[in-house]
Nanobody, 118 residues
């Protein structure tokens, strides 16, 4: 079991950047794959990015490829999402989640709001 807390969300203009952070508690953090998932108002949750336990493998949704970068620091129990060239359609609540593979997440954070103005 791992507890997750996201931070770093906020309001940014289109074309700007934000870095989301996810702090994890629990000594087994380094054994988990980690993902970022977002949910826009009135829409279903959408996979954004996933990183494996070691950080050697990443996956991205087509909508964010080339703009977003997921990374992790197992020594600090942290996962990050660097978001560049933000668009208004990136506006959503962003969740950090732990699981073995994309879409298979057992533990979720509370979410952090990202709003991109045009």
């Amino acid at each position: 079991q791992v507890q997750l807390v996201e931070s770093g969300g906020g309001l940014v203009q289109a074309g700007g950047s934000l870095r989301l952070s996810c702090s994890a508690s629990g000594r087994t953090f380094s054994t988990y794959g980690m993902g970022w998932i977002r949910q826009a108002p009135g829409k279903n949750r959408e996979f954004v990015a996933h990183i494996n336990w070691s950080g050697s493998s990443t996956n991205y949704a087509d909508s964010v490829k080339g703009r977003f970068t997921i990374s992790r620091d197992n020594a600090k129990n942290m996962v990050y999402l660097q978001m560049n060239s933000l668009k208004p359609e990136d506006t959503a609540v962003y969740y950090c989640a732990a699981g073995s593979e994309p879409g298979n997440y057992a533990n979720w954070g509370q979410g952090t709001q990202v709003t991109v103005s045009s």
